[in-house]
């Protein structure tokens, strides 16, 4: 596992493009229109820099997965933040999908737990690689790594197939959140 330099930027947005191209939650909050592959895009343009700015971007030694990780207690509110925000409204979500993003978000980080997480938001792989073992070796590097933070992982997902791929890591399901699609809270201590 290498951290994302910058220049990768281009590279992580296209795997977690096309991980993330029919996932119930990411298709929540993005504008549904005939430019929603490049909100899409424009959404995980933004993940990247938000986790570039305080948390990490993870790139598996082949380069065909990768995992982006933030770090909610280095999470900062600036102008350039702000401006990202904005930029995401008009580029991605639109105004009517605003209200319902930030109710999500407000009850995601309501359940996490009372302490220093690794909130693992994206972990995504090539499509051409899935299946290959490059995600499992990815997460179990994921793990170590928040094991010496001594941060517990949390994360969310949508998709009820991958759920025995994290609970094969030892996570749990914590919390259902019902959006019109259920999103599964898992943790691993």
């Not at 990202?84 to 209200?99: E, P, V, Y």
Request: glycine fraction near 4%; include cysteine; charge should be positive.
């Amino acid at each position: 596992m290498t951290k994302a330099l910058y220049t990768d930027k281009n590279l992580v947005v296209d795997i977690l493009t096309q991980s993330f191209a029919d996932n119930k939650s990411v298709n929540y909050i993005i504008k549904q229109d005939n430019k929603r592959a490049i909100r899409l895009r424009r959404l995980m343009a933004y993940s990247f820099d938000a986790c570039y700015s305080c948390g990490e971007i993870l790139l598996s030694n082949d380069k065909k997965a990768c995992a982006l990780v933030i770090y909610p207690d280095m999470r900062r509110t600036t102008l350039k933040s702000i401006a990202a925000d904005i930029k995401l409204i008009f580029t991605s979500m639109g105004l009517g999908n605003i209200k319902k993003a930030m109710q999500r978000e407000a009850a995601i980080k309501n359940i996490h737990p009372k302490r220093m997480i690794y909130y693992l938001w994206f972990i995504g792989v090539e499509q051409t690689e899935q299946g290959k073992g490059i995600g499992s070796e990815l997460m179990k590097e994921i793990i170590t790594q928040s094991s010496k933070l001594n941060r517990a992982i949390c994360l969310e997902t949508s998709t009820l197939k991958n759920i025995p791929w994290y609970k094969k890591f030892g996570f749990t399901i914590y919390k259902e959140l019902d959006f019109g699609y259920t999103l599964y809270c898992l943790q691993k201590e």
